[in-house]
């Protein structure tokens, strides 16, 4: 059965993915996003998806683009992928208020934005997925990363709390955990610094955004109802949890 899904940073790498993968699953698709348009343009040609730009770090922009989302759809989301996270990294001793800010504003402000407007129709409805993308960092930590990794530990407390509350009212919510995926910004680190990445990771390569989007398939299709309040580390196994 086909759903209505809104993929947040929907138009590149992860969120990409995660966009093609649900398309191919049969469920109508709405991605957002909120930098270059040329790579939204170039989404929507390669796709045939629908693209809306909004900012998911603002509570009123965010009621914008999910109703234009949900007339997009022809009809209410059910189901959510937030996946949508920048990175502003530098050491604690350095780090400015802005760029904690930043990344607490689009990595972790976002779920709270982008789901409370939704959950309430998902619950009135008796159904609804809610899945949100963590990080290997967020489990783990990240020197250099104290923001981004309090951030994506933030959107595991979210999920399993969530959980809680929405399980009675067939409103599951869970939560993948990539490690290092091959992405293009993955991809442009030094030929040293990937080297010495995918040697600490046991499989011994980088994960694809397409094993991410498989996961958030199974986890939006109706085999899952019985999974709720789970993290999916999708790591290579570089940490066990």
Known sequence: MGRNVLVTGGTRGIGAAISVAMRDAGHTVIANYAGSEEAAQKFREETGLNAIKWDVGSWEDCQRGIAEAETA???PIDVLVNNAGITRDGMFHKMT????????RVDLDSLFNMSRPLYEGMRGRGWGRIINISSINGQKGQMGQVNYSAAKAGVIGFTKALAQEGAFKGVTVNCVAPGY???????AMPEKVLESIVGGIPVNRLGTPEEIGAA???LAGEDAGFMTG?????NGGQYMA
């Open 181 to 187: 995926i091959g992405t293009d910004m993955v991809a």
């Open 230 to 234: 789970s993290v999916l580390s999708i």
């Open 216 to 218: 958030v398939v199974y």
């Open 97 to 104: 208020p802005e760029q904690w800010a930043d990344v607490m």
């Open 73 to 75: 759809a022809g009809g």
